[in-house]
């Protein structure tokens, strides 16, 4: 019988095989459908965070599974009112590992994941283990032809009468929105209006000439120097020749740079060297332009973004003309805070990138490291634009970020006080254990907040399977041996 001058605290009965405890363990917890465990009630409880989606790790406090994704929260699910998402967190915290966890689940459900402008090359690695594709792009090693975005022209071949001439047209906006992009970054000022107007113009005489043959810049260039009765109408020359010269002359200028003779010239004056396959999952690699040269990054980023959702409006008009199954995108754009930060009006360039055509069933995901990344651009409306980039997502990821965040992130989205301290606190550093010379991972590497509008986050940790490609080092050149006269250095930076 039970102890009965036993302390509360105690459990079971004393002697051999008693069951004597000061501690009552938790009981196992298993995972399993209403069907396989309907045996079991009373003794089953519903899960407390969403089994729809694609699995990214188990909630932080009471250790659910969490499936989480913005393409099954948006079809299946319907927790949020459009397949995107806004990724952001201090560097090294796992946001990359966190969308090629989605690449690797939309793989399994027929989703095809575009990289659309890998900065450091590192998705390269998933993309082949998917028999993806990799596009190298840079100065002497690879071209893009904003002029023939994603290789649309070609699908114009297949389409005829309303259709045809609906993507005709998207073809012309986008050409004019890339262009309109790469001249900002090439000035670092937006092109007039009389500027664009000719553009524009000059554009649809080149249609007219080439048709769905791929014109280059300095095709365009060319017809800016012949200057066609139709452009000189929009240009206001009044007929006299010398005033044309005058009204052209700065965007001749940005048409040189842009056609082999200047610094962008090298990457956007040619026909593109590889072009997308709209069937197989594909990552725009451009590591080899170098950090220092924020605009060409900047422009290179602009020009894979456009090229990719051109690709994705080619293929749903082929699937509307029924010359090709329809297919179902997740588009990827990293390094979000270097294209808005390459001049003035640039939020308005990314929005006309990204905003067309997300009826198509196209999901995507903005990638960048803070909110500041956003308040820090110079014009004040650019600034609420750029705000509005997480506002109309429909989730959104928030890693470890510093104190100093928090209140704009708050502005954009609703967090609690507790929301924020758990953010604050996975934003410091890993500890340095003298000892051994290894430093620990910092305390928020893998874990994030799901946001979804006003509600309560879901806080959880990215969990990692052993069949899976080890997570992208981003440190990795300080990990490589340090060599000095010939021997590896064993301590210190050389």
């Known amino acids: 019988m039970a102890d009965m001058h036993a302390p509360a605290r105690f459990k079971g009965f004393k ?45 932080l406090f009471t250790g659910s599974t969490l499936c989480c994704d913005p393409i099954n929260w ?52 998933i993309i082949k283990a998917l028999g993806g594709q990799v ?55 937006s092109p007039t209006q009389r500027e664009g107007t000719i553009m524009d113009r000059a554009l649809r005489v080149l249609d007219d000439r080439f048709a769905t043959r791929s014109p280059l810049m300095s095709d365009l260039l060319g ?23 005058d009204i052209t002359e700065n ?42 040269d924020q605009n060409l990054r900047a422009a290179a980023l602009m020009a894979c973004w456009d ?48 905003r067309l055509n997300r009826t198509f069933g196209v999901g995507q995901a903005l990638i960048t490291h803070t909110m500041s990344d956003l308040e820090s651009l110079a014009e004040p409306q650019d600034r609420m634009k750029a705000k509005g980039f997480v506002e109309r997502s429909g989730m959104v990821l928030c890693g470890g970020l510093p104190e100093g965040e928090l209140p704009l992130l708050n502005q954009a989205i609703s967090v609690s006080r507790v929301e924020m301290d758990l953010l604050k606190s996975w934003s410091d550093p890993g500890a340095w254990d003298e000892r051994s010379g290894v430093e620990s991972d910092p305390p928020g590497r893998g874990k994030f907040l799901v946001k979804v509008g006003g509600r309560p986050g879901i806080p959880f940790h990215l969990k990692l399977t052993g069949q899976e490609l080890d997570p992208n080092d981003t440190n990795l050149l300080w990990h490589a041996p340090r060599r000095t006269n010939g021997q590896e250095a064993e301590h210190g930076i050389e």
């Open 74 to 125: 948006f079809m299946r699910a319907h927790l949020i009112s459009n397949p995107s998402a806004f990724v952001l967190g201090k560097p090294g915290l796992g946001k990359s590992t966190v969308i090629r966890r989605w690449a690797v689940g939309y793989a399994h459900q027929g989703v095809i994941t575009m990289f659309l402008g890998d900065v450091k090359g590192e998705h390269v690695p």
């Open 135 to 189: 596009i190298t792009l840079g100065p002497g090693i690879g071209s893009i032809n904003v002029l023939d975005p994603g290789g649309a022209l070609h699908a114009l071949d297949s389409l005829t009468g309303k259709l045809r001439e609906e993507l005709h047209n998207a073809i012309h906006t986008r050409r004019r929105n890339m262009l309109r992009a790469l001249i900002t970054i090439s000035r670092g000022t």
């Open 251 to 292: 965007l001749e200028s940005s048409l040189i740079d842009l056609s082999g003779s200047g610094d962008m010239g090298d990457m956007f004056s040619n026909h593109t060297s590889v072009q997308i396959d709209p069937t197989r999952p594909v990552v725009f690699d451009i590591h080899a332009i170098n950090e220092v």
């Open 307 to 354: 090229a990719g959702f051109a690709a994705v409006d080619a293929n749903h008009y082929l699937a509307r003309q029924g010359v090709a199954p329809l297919r179902h995108y997740f588009l990827v754009l990293d390094e979000l805070w270097s294209a808005l930060r390459s001049g003035s009006g640039m939020v308005d360039r990314v929005d006309q990138v990204t």
């Open 15 to 59: 002697g051999p095989a008693g069951g004597w405890s000061t501690v009552v363990q938790a009981p196992n917890e298993w995972r399993a459908s209403t069907a396989q465990s309907c045996g079991l009630w009373p003794f089953s409880v519903g899960a407390g965070t969403p089994m729809i989606g694609v699995p990214m790790g188990q909630q």
């Open 223 to 245: 017809i800016i120097r012949e200057a066609p009765q139709e452009v000189r109408a929009v240009a206001l020359d009044r007929g006299d020749d010398a005033r044309y010269r």
